[in-house]
């Protein structure tokens, strides 16, 4: 893993301790592609004609020396191992006509792309680190001068926003400090003080309609917030068994009594 | 001349120096004495007369050579230090507080923070003032000869600018404002007119404001 | 020309513009874009043409302005190198894995981790991945719009600016290897026939590196 490039370029170099090379350390090799790589250059052809078959036989030569040698091999050079006796008995063999996979000859032209392939991506990666280089070959500006952010904030206000705020004080005494208009609103704590003050009058089954207080029927939004607001308060005091509540049906008027005893 | 030179001392052609200079100026991260230039470069090579090469070629351009000291460096030409700033401008709409007491100063000037604070209702945080001090819209005017001798504010030319205004008298008086209809009767009941907010609460109340 | 451009857009004369140029690349140690340039040039001016002017000037100089992607950079001469041994910054060793990921990832862009473990035949351990990343040159793309939608990785501005490359279409090599077909993701003739430890690996630290 630690390996440097340039120890992998001398590998070519000393094709001659390939085979000891092979058997001393598998970890040296970066994968079963990689020791497959460093076979086929021993093989000195172009990688798009190396000869599959040749290339199987090395690789499970190694794996069977590296066997004797009690190399721990890691499981990927096994399966790779594997595949490729698998590989070298289906190239020996005539084709098997119901067979329906990729043939020999395919996986065998895939291997050496992929072989190809590594090896012209080591190339790319060498002749990328042979470039020039900033901060080796070529070097950026040593003294930069630090670009300021100002962040100017201009503040506006126009004439009129003057008067505005100026018309605003003037009048502030006619202003209702009302975050809402609470006119046509009858808060629950409204109904529920008006229905314990009458109470003690329910002592049989009424309608609630009766009960809604005298001149909050004049606009809709009235009588809803009266209706809403005395319901909502029969809802609290049946609740605190102050009071039973029916309705016979659905929409049927809502009655209301006192419960006995239940008077608080 | 320069050929001279590299037949005697075998130095590189001044072209090439100055090319050195140039590099070595640019990458380095502090000014580079003559002395340090000379131990860099080439032997032969004569770092002073390439310097004053390099300084002449740079005149005039977007930056120069500048000496510090006895070292060198580049410097960017003075008269474009504006592009090295990036300005960003952020309009500000004043908060509430500021323009009501803008406001107050500027139809009751002079006038004592406590008068301010009479009108508005609340008091005047520091920070409104401050700020319109900051603005140059208002400034501090002549001491009132009242108990505690307060100071008074007033507005300024800047403020008169700003608005348009040729002096304060030409603001408009509260039958102008009537007349704008800014006055009449009853405003409609809206959230932002309640007074019992205080300053503390001015830059919610400006975003309500702006609305 | 430039005195009638003047008069159209009310912008400097190009002389000036290309000061400008200067003046901003020159104090910034890091790629400006164009389009900062432009914003920080007066209106009307056109960023694009001085720089256009500003780089044939330096032409042969010491510095020398380099495109990098869509920004600008004032570099030095790379044949004057050897002057710059005190600016030298001790390089990271790389580890070979490291190097050739690198490769894979700027040949192969937007390219997945599968994919790299598959050209390299081995598994790309966490920490060469970091060590990129760490390092600015690589960087996260989109995801593949396959199965598991994988992270894809592409090499960054710094990783063009670092190795001096104007884009990544400027890679050594890059036509050659796209005509031979090593450029292509091409798949196994048959999943069956592929070593299956491999590909579960593969999937694994896919999942594992999105975490």
Known sequence: MAEDWDQAERLSVADRLAAEALIVDVDGFEGPLDLLLSMSRSQKVDLRRISVLQLAEQYLIFVNKAKDLRIELAADYLVM??????LKSRLLLPPDPTDEGPSAQEMAAHLAFQLERLAAMREAAARLMARDQLGRDFFARGLPEDVSHLRKVTYEGSLIDLMRAYAR????????????????????????????GMLGY????SDLQGFLPEGWDGTPMQRRSALAAH???VLEMTKQGQLLLRQGETFAPLQIRAREGGRG | MSEREQSLFDAPPMGEQERMVEAILFASAEPVTLAELASRMPHGCDAAEAVAHVQ?????????????????????????????????????????????????????????????????????SRGTVDQLLELDWIRLGRRRMTPGRPVTFVVTEQFLDHFGLESARDLPGLKDLRAAGLLDNRPLPDPNAIPSEEDEGATDQADMFEE
């Open chain 1, 231 to 233: 319901f909502a308060a």
């Open chain 1, 81 to 86: 191992a594997a595949w490729l006796a698998y």
């Open chain 1, 169 to 196: 004080l003037r009048t502030r005494d006619e202003f209702r400090p009302f975050v809402m208009d609470r006119d046509h609103v009858f808060t629950m704590e409204q109904a529920l003080e008006r229905l314990r």
């Open chain 1, 202 to 205: 329910v002592g049989e089954w």
């Open chain 2, 56 to 124: 002449k070629r740079y005149e005039g351009r977007g930056v120069r050579l500048h000496q510090v000291g006895t070292a060198w460096a580049f410097r960017t030409a003075p008269d474009l230090g504006y592009l090295m700033q990036k300005e960003s401008l952020e309009a500000r709409k004043l908060s509430r507080a500021a323009i009501e007491t803008l406001a107050i100063v500027a139809y009751h000037q002079p006038v004592t923070r406590a008068e301010i604070e009479e009108i508005r209702g609340v008091a005047v």
